[in-house]
């Protein structure tokens, strides 16, 4: 079962493009989870509620100027004042399902013209995810999808750019699955990945994102 007593939880981290259904299907997920009785939270960034948080909300929605490496520290710093609860949570055996983390952070800014190595840079230490899930969607599908809602990034060039760098920074632990797919689709094939790395991560430690 997904929640055995003695061990950790899980670092699931949901990857895509604006409008790629990262969110919807993070919630999907975790009530199909809580329902097989698995310990598991979701979570995501940028975690608007801490006053770092809120600065980056203001950048976003275009109520504040920042310059690109300032908000890039920003977003970062914004993983590393919760490392530390994320952690704890893990250890204690709470799976995380987290929309968004540190490739949002490199794809994005890599995608302004900042160097991959110096986005990189900041992210090392954080708690490496046991499962990234990118979910793969045309820039041009995903606006379609009710359009976009006016925040920063939202344009099809930008989020053109911004996939190519994702696609960047596939490893071992990232799976690709076929967003523009039915909902349901995605759900099950989320499903089986989800519950197969509740299952591996046990024998494994907690490791840090070494990059
Ligand atoms: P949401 O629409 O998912 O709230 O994201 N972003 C996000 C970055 O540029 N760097 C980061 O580190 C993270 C986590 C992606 C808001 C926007 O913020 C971008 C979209
Ligand atoms: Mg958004």
Redo the contacts with the bound molecule.
């Keep these: 079962k997904g929640s055995s007593k003695s061990g950790r939880g899980a670092l699931i981290v949901l990857e895509g493009l604006?409008r790629s259904g990262?969110?919807s299907q993070c919630a999907r997920l975790l009530s199909y989870l809580e329902g097989k009785g698995c310990q598991a939270e979701g979570w995501?960034?940028?975690d608007?509620g801490t006053s770092v948080g809120q600065m980056?909300?203001a950048y976003?929605a275009n109520e504040s100027q920042l310059d690109d490496r300032t908000?890039?520290l920003l977003?970062?710093a914004?993983?590393w004042e919760k490392r530390a609860l994320m952690e704890r949570k893990l250890l204690g055996g709470t799976t995380l399902i987290v929309?968004?983390?540190?490739?949002?952070?490199?794809?994005?800014?890599a995608a302004k013209g900042l160097g991959i190595e110096w986005c990189k840079a900041p992210e090392v230490g954080l708690v490496a995810p046991d499962l990234v899930i990118y979910l793969d969607v045309q820039p041009e599908k995903a606006a379609e999808r009710g359009g976009y809602?006016g925040?920063?990034?939202?344009r099809i060039e930008f989020q053109n750019k911004?996939g190519e760098h994702y696609h960047s920074l596939h490893d071992s632990t990232w799976k690709v699955i076929d967003g523009s797919l039915a909902m349901e689709a995605v759900e099950e094939q989320l499903r089986e990945l989800a519950m197969n790395c509740i299952q591996e991560c046990q024998g494994r430690q907690l490791t840090n994102l070494a990059w």
């Design positions: 604006d990262k969110s995501r960034f940028p608007r980056i909300s976003l908000i890039h977003f970062s914004n993983r929309d968004r983390y540190s490739y949002s952070g490199v794809a994005f800014s809602g925040e920063r990034y939202e911004v």
